[in-house]
Protein backbone atom coordinates (compact mmCIF):
# COMPACT_ATOMS: atom_id res chain seq x y z
CA UNK A 1 0.00 0.00 0.00
CA UNK A 2 1.18 3.39 -1.57
CA UNK A 3 1.38 6.25 1.49
CA UNK A 4 1.16 9.96 0.45
CA UNK A 5 2.49 12.29 3.13
CA UNK A 6 1.40 16.25 1.80
CA UNK A 7 3.07 19.17 3.55
CA UNK A 8 4.50 22.81 2.80
CA UNK A 9 1.57 24.47 3.19
CA UNK A 10 0.55 27.40 5.57
CA UNK A 11 -0.48 30.74 5.89
CA UNK A 12 0.61 33.47 2.78
CA UNK A 13 0.02 37.46 1.57
CA UNK A 14 -1.85 37.74 -1.70
CA UNK A 15 1.27 37.87 -3.94
CA UNK A 16 3.15 35.26 -2.09
CA UNK A 17 4.76 31.64 -2.82
CA UNK A 18 4.88 28.57 -1.78
CA UNK A 19 6.20 25.37 -2.40
CA UNK A 20 4.13 22.19 -1.65
CA UNK A 21 5.19 18.21 -1.07
CA UNK A 22 4.25 15.20 -1.76
CA UNK A 23 6.10 12.10 -0.82
CA UNK A 24 5.50 8.39 -1.71
CA UNK A 25 6.22 5.49 0.43
CA UNK A 26 8.11 4.25 -2.80
CA UNK A 27 8.52 5.03 -6.42
CA UNK A 28 5.27 5.53 -8.28
CA UNK A 29 5.78 9.12 -9.74
CA UNK A 30 7.40 8.11 -12.60
CA UNK A 31 5.40 5.49 -13.99
CA UNK A 32 1.68 7.00 -12.89
CA UNK A 33 0.56 10.49 -13.81
CA UNK A 34 0.42 12.32 -10.88
CA UNK A 35 -1.93 15.47 -9.65
CA UNK A 36 -1.96 18.18 -7.63
CA UNK A 37 -5.43 18.73 -6.52
CA UNK A 38 -7.41 20.94 -3.98
CA UNK A 39 -10.42 21.20 -1.93
CA UNK A 40 -11.66 24.62 -0.42
CA UNK A 41 -14.62 24.99 2.06
CA UNK A 42 -17.79 24.54 0.56
CA UNK A 43 -16.51 23.38 -2.72
CA UNK A 44 -15.54 19.60 -4.26
CA UNK A 45 -11.91 18.52 -4.85
CA UNK A 46 -10.45 19.87 -8.50
CA UNK A 47 -7.17 18.84 -10.60
CA UNK A 48 -5.14 21.69 -10.56
CA UNK A 49 -2.20 20.22 -11.90
CA UNK A 50 -0.34 16.92 -13.30
CA UNK A 51 2.49 15.40 -14.81
CA UNK A 52 2.75 12.74 -16.98
CA UNK A 53 5.02 9.63 -16.28
CA UNK A 54 6.64 11.48 -19.54
CA UNK A 55 6.90 14.77 -17.61
CA UNK A 56 4.22 16.46 -19.74
CA UNK A 57 2.25 18.89 -17.27
CA UNK A 58 -0.86 20.08 -17.64
CA UNK A 59 -2.49 22.90 -15.38
CA UNK A 60 -5.91 24.24 -15.00
CA UNK A 61 -6.66 28.00 -16.11
CA UNK A 62 -6.80 29.24 -12.89
CA UNK A 63 -3.43 28.28 -12.12
CA UNK A 64 -2.04 28.45 -15.50
CA UNK A 65 1.67 30.90 -15.38
CA UNK A 66 1.29 30.60 -11.96
CA UNK A 67 1.73 27.10 -10.69
CA UNK A 68 4.42 25.03 -11.17
CA UNK A 69 4.24 20.74 -11.01
CA UNK A 70 7.95 18.93 -11.01
CA UNK A 71 8.70 15.80 -9.33
CA UNK A 72 12.37 14.07 -8.44
CA UNK A 73 12.25 9.98 -8.59
CA UNK A 74 15.28 9.86 -6.26
CA UNK A 75 13.30 11.55 -3.42
CA UNK A 76 9.85 9.92 -4.51
CA UNK A 77 8.43 13.48 -4.20
CA UNK A 78 6.14 15.46 -6.32
CA UNK A 79 5.93 19.17 -5.65
CA UNK A 80 3.93 21.91 -6.82
CA UNK A 81 5.75 25.29 -6.87
CA UNK A 82 2.70 28.06 -6.23
CA UNK A 83 3.23 31.94 -7.08
CA UNK A 84 1.40 34.77 -7.05
CA UNK A 85 -1.38 33.39 -4.99
CA UNK A 86 -4.59 34.52 -4.90
CA UNK A 87 -7.48 34.16 -1.93
CA UNK A 88 -9.05 31.97 -3.92
CA UNK A 89 -6.11 29.53 -3.84
CA UNK A 90 -6.92 29.00 -0.67
CA UNK A 91 -7.99 25.35 0.44
CA UNK A 92 -6.66 21.39 1.68
CA UNK A 93 -3.82 20.29 -1.09
CA UNK A 94 -3.38 16.93 -1.94
CA UNK A 95 -1.13 14.97 -4.39
CA UNK A 96 -2.58 11.71 -5.69
CA UNK A 97 -2.25 9.58 -9.22
CA UNK A 98 -5.06 11.38 -12.09
CA UNK A 99 -6.05 7.37 -13.04
CA UNK A 100 -7.11 4.89 -10.32
CA UNK A 101 -7.12 7.24 -7.24
CA UNK A 102 -5.31 5.58 -4.13
CA UNK A 103 -5.65 6.31 -0.49
CA UNK A 104 -6.22 9.80 -0.15
CA UNK A 105 -3.33 11.92 2.34
CA UNK A 106 -4.12 14.06 5.23
CA UNK A 107 -3.24 17.00 2.50
CA UNK A 108 -1.66 20.50 3.19
CA UNK A 109 -3.78 23.93 3.88
CA UNK A 110 -2.79 27.01 1.86
CA UNK A 111 -4.40 29.80 3.17
CA UNK A 112 -3.98 33.20 1.15
CA UNK A 113 -4.62 36.10 3.27
CA UNK A 114 -3.48 39.86 4.51
Known amino acids: QVRLVESGGGLVQPGGSLRLSCAASRSIFNVYTMGWYRQAPGKERELVAH???????YYADSVKGRFTISRDNARNTVYLQMNSLKPEDTAVYYC????????WGQGTQVTVSS
Open 96 to 103: NKVFGAID
Open 51 to 57: LTSGSSA
